[in-house]
């Protein structure tokens, strides 16, 4: 097997789902221009920033009013966390699991939290939970978009619109791609670094009134760390929500996250961004469509996430090898494709199954999509024959 050496490669071969590519015509020197470096985020400027960005989130996002957006530590992860320490333990759980970052928060609520009536739904890579069978009256901690599995719920019908408990969504990698029905969602969490291109480190959390409710309520029985306190006398620290950060950001990521909301704005707000994150994938998938040795690792078309698009290769000799051969035959297509600046960082997760993971959100073009398809078939081809020789 053999196949020609394209000529051309993507005119910016990163695919990375974490952090992800920048916004297109992104510069370092423009962000400076925006970003209040050395000086206080308790300043009256990078303070107005703070809440600028929280405005933009809100506004772009169609946030309802009465919901409480707020910038934490630590990235989705930290939000997240700080949602579940602060919050859960109120009342029965379910915990649902179809990808990595899911497991982790069952194990939490499961060793750390030992919440004694938390149910764990598990699925496997590329499928999805019972999410049928969740109980009305629980907490519900799930991921939208699985980052790791390129699975995603394809809406929110299946939560209640009179739940008794609390919804706890995951949305890092479905903000800015994906519709989020926020009447079914009391906790919302992401992170810049995913649809948005943003820098690291810093997580936006998003609270209904009814969570608010809950933690004005509810007092955990555990030490609760200084990043994960939300309330203050009872009452909610409202100066996380309105640019008061808990600790230190970065301002420099601040003003870059300024900057790719500016060009959201730009583009056509949220409508846009969806349907890039649309485009990219289609563009993708039709190429796995006309492949005879990859396939999308979800089999159900309405569950395929349009960001984090997981493949798995299916040609017979490379199936045939066990999870760590295939993983070894993947790395090596990789490092072909890194060597000719075709495509960066496009491994499958590491607790993930073998295979390939291509980031497709709106930041990406797909003019640079149309460009990666035939480098991968030339790294796949590559690889076959060489180890065949071997």
């Known amino acids: 097997?053999?196949?020609?050496?394209?000529?051309?490669?993507?005119?910016?071969?990163?695919?990375?789902?974490?952090?992800?590519?920048?916004r297109p015509g992104w510069s370092a020197a423009r962000v400076a221009e925006l970003a209040f470096l050395g000086r206080s985020h308790r300043a009256k400027e990078p303070k107005a920033q703070l809440k600028a960005v929280i405005d933009q989130i809100t506004r772009l996002l169609g946030v309802p009013e009465g919901y409480k957006v707020g910038i934490v530590p630590a990235s989705d992860t930290g939000a997240f966390e700080m949602a579940m320490w602060s919050m859960l333990g109120a009342?029965?759980?379910?915990?649902?699991?179809?990808?990595?970052f899911g497991a982790g928060w069952a194990t939490d609520a499961v060793k750390q939290l030992k919440l004694e009536d938390c149910r764990v739904l598990e699925a496997g890579y590329g499928e999805l939970s019972d999410i049928l069978s969740v109980r009305k009256d629980a907490d519900i901690c799930f991921t939208w978009n699985g980052t790791t599995s390129g699975a995603r719920v394809p809406d929110a019908d299946w939560i209640a619109a009179d739940r008794k408990g609390l919804t706890f969504c995951d949305a890092t990698s479905a903000a800015f791609a994906q519709p989020l029905d926020w009447d079914k969602?009391?906790?919302?969490?992401?992170?810049?670094?995913?649809?948005?291109?943003?820098?690291?480190?810093?997580?936006?959390?998003?609270?209904?009134?009814?969570?608010?409710?809950?933690?004005?309520?509810?007092?955990?029985?555990?030490?609760?760390?200084k990043i994960f306190r939300l309330t203050k006398g009872g009452k909610l620290?409202?100066?996380?929500?309105?640019?008061?950060?808990?600790?230190?950001?970065?301002?420099?990521?601040?003003?870059?996250?300024?900057?790719?909301?500016?060009?959201?704005?730009?583009?056509?707000?949220?409508?846009?961004?969806?349907?890039?994150?649309?485009?990219?994938?289609?563009?993708?998938?039709?190429?796995?469509?006309?492949?005879?040795?990859?396939?999308?690792?979800?089999?159900?078309?309405s569950l395929r996430s349009n960001t984090s698009v997981c493949l798995k290769i299916t040609d017979a000799d490379v199936a045939a090898m066990d999870d760590a051969g295939q993983k070894a035959f993947t790395k090596e297509m990789v490092g072909l494709l890194e060597a000719e600046a075709a495509a960066y960082d496009i491994n499958g997760y590491r607790d993930a199954p073998a295979g390939l993971r291509i980031w497709c959100g709106a930041t990406v073009d797909t003019a640079d999509i149309e460009a990666l398809t035939p480098w991968l078939d030339w790294a796949f081809a590559t690889v076959k024959a060489a180890r065949a020789a071997a």
């Open 185 to 225: 969602l009391d906790v919302t969490t992401f992170s810049w670094q995913k649809a948005m291109g943003g820098e690291g480190a810093h997580g936006v959390l998003i609270l209904s009134p009814r969570a608010v409710e809950r933690l004005e309520s509810f007092t955990p029985d555990r030490p609760l760390p």
């Open 91 to 100: 009342r029965a759980v379910d915990m649902l699991v179809w990808e990595s």
């Open 237 to 301: 620290i409202d100066g996380i929500f309105t640019g008061a950060t808990i600790n230190t950001p970065s301002m420099l990521a601040v003003a870059d996250a300024q900057d790719a909301l500016n060009w959201i704005e730009e583009i056509g707000g949220l409508t846009a961004t969806m349907a890039r994150a649309d485009a990219n994938f289609t563009a993708l998938q039709a190429w796995v469509d006309r492949s005879d040795w990859v396939e999308n690792l979800v089999a159900a078309p």
């Open 1 to 22: 097997m053999s196949f020609p050496k394209p000529r051309s490669t993507p005119a910016r071969p990163e695919f990375s789902s974490g952090p992800c590519p920048k």
